[in-house]
């Protein structure tokens, strides 16, 4: 796919990957809509000037049917054309499983999966009627290895992947494409809120021995939306973590 003036829209962009993916694409010529449940900052938006791109953000909540749908038709309204979506928008509860609520459980899942979900649902139409476009789900390599304490994002991640699968096989009849990513350890505020122990364990379990870059999920991103021929595909960023 040509980027160049192609709309993007990437959930839960407000700051970390989303907002990482979201510049990647910007560089690219697109045109960006960023998304967060609270108004996007000025500061994130004035970001994008440098790109010279245009920029649309809506505040909704992926986990409402009603805001996602609005939000879709904002974008439909205003560009006339939706090209990319990227679904990032996601929260975590971590706990073990004996001590996890029902609650923690289902808002994680809701949020994760369960908004997946919604936005993909609203973005198909248009995109069906232009038979041009991609998803691009953000899963985790949790969701492929589970892990201690987070049972209910594993639980999500992994969801997303055999979402992501249906998708492409029933998106494909419209030439549209569907493709996860599956990041490691991340250099993000809540790894570098870890203690300094727990970072070592970590890297030695790494085979790069290094935290990846929330740029190098963007490139991921980018090269998933311009690669015509890759669908139905979970692309792990992780330094060789899960190839064991």
Avoid: W
């Amino acid at each position: 796919m040509k980027l160049k003036d192609s709309v993007v829209l990437v959930t839960g962009s407000s700051r970390g990957i989303g907002l990482a993916i979201a510049q990647a694409f910007a560089k690219q010529g697109t045109k960006i809509v960023l998304n967060a449940r609270k108004p996007i900052s000025s500061e994130v938006i004035d970001q994008f000037e440098k790109d010279h791109v245009e920029v649309m953000d809506i505040s909704a909540d992926v986990t409402k049917e009603e805001d996602v749908k609005e939000m879709i038709a904002k974008i439909i309204n205003h560009f006339e054309h939706l090209d990319v979506v990227v679904n990032n928008a996601g929260i975590v509860k971590d706990g073990l499983l004996n001590r996890m609520s029902k609650a923690d459980f289902l808002s994680v899942v809701n949020t994760n999966l369960i908004g997946t979900f919604n936005v993909i649902k609203q973005s198909l139409r248009p995109m069906y009627k232009q038979r041009k476009g991609c998803f691009i789900n953000l899963s985790s390599v949790v969701g492929l290895t589970g892990n201690i304490g987070q049972a209910n994002y594993a639980a999500s991640k992994a969801g997303i992947i055999g979402l992501t699968k249906s998708v492409a096989k029933e998106a494909a009849l419209r030439n549209l494409r569907c493709n996860a990513i599956a990041p490691g350890m991340i250099d993000t505020q809540m790894t570098r809120n870890l203690s300094e122990k727990i970072q070592q364990q970590l890297l030695k379990e790494i085979p790069l021995k290094r935290l990846g870059q929330i740029e190098e999920i963007a490139q991921t991103a980018v090269f998933l939306a311009q690669n015509d021929y890759i669908t139905g595909q979970t692309i792990t960023v992780d330094g060789g973590l899960t190839m064991q």
